[in-house]
């Protein structure tokens, strides 16, 4: 089936620093969703791309959607503690979300 | 609350013993989804209901699992005869129709252990 490789599995980073980290998969996925999850809490959505090469900002956040519609990437600028947590990316097939693994972003302050 | 919510939060139970998940979904959304996340894994697709259409049950892992949807509303995702295995976190979403799958609002999960 659809596999998504997300890099890196986790990171540790100083508080202020830029953050990037990117999904990739051999399946071509019409949109990309980028999504945060909190301990004990369900994901939530940060941004949603729809197009091959958009390119969306949230405040902070900022993603692409590679124009191979086969990668996507989430930056993260200037780090604060509450970033802290889980970040999925994950690409729609059909009616169904396929996710990468997750980053886990640890913020030193 | 507005949010999508599930019964219990968290679960013990033994090995071969069956256990009943709850979600209540957002009211008004029509599309229901069920996850499973493992320890350090990503969300694993379960099935997913629309409106009164056939559930897409593909992703269910073996036939010990099942789901239902009652009234359009509350759904039950039940596993028989648990193995260790099945430990994981089961995570629900609605939206408001199964195409808006940028306003899929997750539930916070029923951690389910088995011993």
């Known amino acids: 089936g659809q596999q998504l490789n997300q890099s890196p599995q986790s990171m540790f980073i100083q508080e202020g620093e830029d953050v990037s980290m990117n999904c990739t998969s051999s399946?071509?996925?019409?949109?990309w969703l980028w999504y945060k999850q909190d301990p004990g809490e369900g994901p939530v959505l940060l941004i949603a791309?729809?197009?091959?090469?958009e390119l969306t900002s949230n405040g902070r956040l900022t993603a692409q959607f590679g124009i191979t519609r086969k990668d996507s990437f989430l930056n993260i600028s200037a780090s604060i503690p509450s970033d802290v947590g889980i970040y999925f990316c994950?690409?729609?097939?059909?009616?169904?979300?396929?996710f990468g693994a997750g980053t886990i972003l640890r913020v030193k302050s | 609350g507005a949010g999508v919510s599930q019964s219990p939060s968290n679960k013990v139970t033994e090995k071969g013993k069956d256990v009943e998940l709850r979600c209540d979904p957002i009211?008004?959304?029509?599309?229901l989804y069920w996850y499973r996340q493992s320890l350090g894994q990503g969300l694993e697709f379960l099935i997913y209901?629309?409106?009164?259409?056939?559930?897409?049950k593909s992703g269910l892992p073996s036939d010990r699992f099942s789901a239902e949807r009652t009234g359009g509303s509350v759904s039950t995702l039940t596993i028989q005869r648990t193995q260790q295995e099945d430990s994981a976190v089961y995570l629900c979403?609605?939206?408001?129709?199964?195409?808006?799958?940028?306003?899929?609002?997750f539930g916070p999960g029923t951690r389910l252990t088995v011993l």
């Open positions: 209901f629309q409106g009164n259409s056939a559930p897409d």
């Open positions: 791309l729809y197009k091959a090469g």
């Open positions: 979403a609605s939206s408001r129709t199964a195409g808006q799958y940028n306003e899929q609002f």
């Open positions: 399946s071509i996925f019409n949109t």
């Open positions: 009211s008004g959304h029509t599309a």
């Open positions: 994950a690409g729609l097939y059909g009616n169904k979300l396929v």
